[in-house]
C-alpha cells in the first residue's frame, strides 16, 4: 500500500509542508509502507498528481492536506478508481465537509488516526464533468463565495470582511437571476435567488442548509430558494443558514433526487466545494458510492438511528 500526502502550501494563509512532512515521518517510522508528502504547485495539480499515482499497481491511500479545495481537488483524481481511496487531513480554514461528523471531526485532525482508518465508499456530485463532494451551488451564495478571494487580498480585508464586502458588492450586483430548473417532468422557471445541492451539510464557513443531508444515501438534497427583495433575502438567509428552509415554504422549495438540471441564458457561476466553474447549462447529479473514502475507525455518524448525526 502506497500514501500519498497532497500539501497545498497555501491552504489557510500559512504553508503546511513542515508539519504534514514532521507527522508522516513520525508516523511511519515503524511502518513498512512507503509514502510521499507532494507539494501542489498549480491549480488542479493535486488532480492530476493523483492520476498519475493511480497508474501505478496496488492501492493508493490519498490525504488531501489543505481546505475543502484540496479536498476537491483530490476528490477529483480519485474518484471512480478502485483502488485509491481519499480523506482529508484539514489544515485550512473553512474545512467544512469534516463538519459534517460532529464530535468525530477532531480525529481526522490525527495523522496516525487516518493512516489506520477505514475505507467506505460515499457519494459524490457530477456537475457538468467535474465532481463535488460536499455542496454545489448556483446563485447569489456562490457569487458571493467564488468572489471572496478576490476580496481578500486587499488590505484589511482579509477572512470575514473579505466575505461581507463580496456580499455587499454582489447585492448591489442584483440578487436575483432567472433561471430554469427542471428534474424529472417537472419545472421551476423564474427570479431566483439560489439552488444548492447538497451531499453534505455546511459550507461558507458555517452555512447549514440541510442538517439531515447524507453522503451515503444516493440522494442530493436540493434547495430550490425563489428570488426575493433584499429585506427578504436577510428574513431568509438566516433560516437557510441554519436549515430552517421549512419555515419558509413561500420562498424555499426541498427535493430530494439524484439528478437535476438548471438553465441560464446568460453564463452563470457554479459554486463546487468553493471552487468555481462556469456555464448556461448546469447538470447536476449523484454519484452512488463515487469514490472510497478513508475515516477513522467506529464513527458514530455511521451507526444506526443517525439521530445524532452532525453538531
Known amino acids: 500500500m502506497r500514501h500519498l500526502f497532497i500539501v497545498n502550501p497555501t491552504a489557510g494563509g500559512r504553508d503546511s509542508t513542515r508539519y504534514v512532512s514532521e507527522l508522516a515521518a513520525k508516523a511511519f517510522e515503524s511502518r513498512q509502507d512507503k509514502y510521499e508528502v507532494y507539494v501542489t504547485k498549480a491549480p488542479l495539480d493535486a488532480c492530476n498528481k493523483i492520476k498519475e499515482e493511480a497508474q501505478n499497481p496496488g492501492q493508493l491511500r490519498v490525504y488531501a492536506c489543505g481546505g475543502d479545495g484540496t479536498l476537491n481537488e483530490c476528490v477529483n483524481g480519485a474518484a471512480g478508481l478502485t483502488h485509491v481511496s481519499v480523506t482529508h487531513f484539514p489544515c485550512g480554514t473553512g474545512n467544512d465537509f469534516v463538519r459534517m461528523f460532529g464530535e468525530d471531526r477532531h ?52 477572512g470575514p470582511m473579505g466575505y461581507l464586502t463580496s456580499l455587499i458588492v454582489n447585492l448591489f450586483k442584483g440578487i436575483n437571476r432567472h433561471l430554469k430548473v427542471k428534474y424529472g417532468d417537472k419545472y421551476f422557471e423564474g427570479s431566483m435567488a439560489l439552488v444548492c445541492a447538497c451531499n453534505g451539510r455546511y459550507y461558507g464557513g458555517g452555512f447549514n442548509p440541510v442538517p439531515t443531508a447524507r453522503p451515503d444515501d444516493g440522494l442530493i438534497d436540493f434547495l430550490i430558494v425563489k428570488g426575493v427583495n433584499i429585506f427578504e433575502f436577510f428574513k431568509m438567509i438566516m433560516a437557510y443558514a441554519k436549515g430552517k428552509f421549512r419555515e419558509h415554504p413561500d420562498y424555499i422549495t426541498h427535493i430530494q433526487r439524484d439528478s437535476i438540471e438548471i438553465l441560464s441564458s446568460d453564463e452563470i457561476v457554479v459554486n463546487l466545494d468553493g471552487e468555481a466553474i462556469y456555464g448556461n447549462e448546469i447538470k447536476i447529479r449523484i454519484i452512488p458510492e463515487g469514490v472510497n473514502f478513508i475515516f477513522p475507525k467506529n464513527m458514530q455518524f455511521f451507526n444506526a438511528g443517525h439521530e445524532k448525526d452532525g453538531e
Open 107 to 158: 480525529r481526522f485532525f490525527e495523522l496516525p488516526t487516518l493512516i489506520d482508518g477505514e475505507v467506505r465508499p460515499i457519494d459524490v456530485i457530477n456537475c457538468n464533468g467535474r465532481y463535488c463532494i460536499n455542496i454545489c451551488s448556483v446563485g447569489i451564495d456562490a457569487r458571493v463565495g467564488t468572489q471572496v478571494h478576490k476580496y481578500s487580498k486587499i488590505p484589511l480585508l482579509g
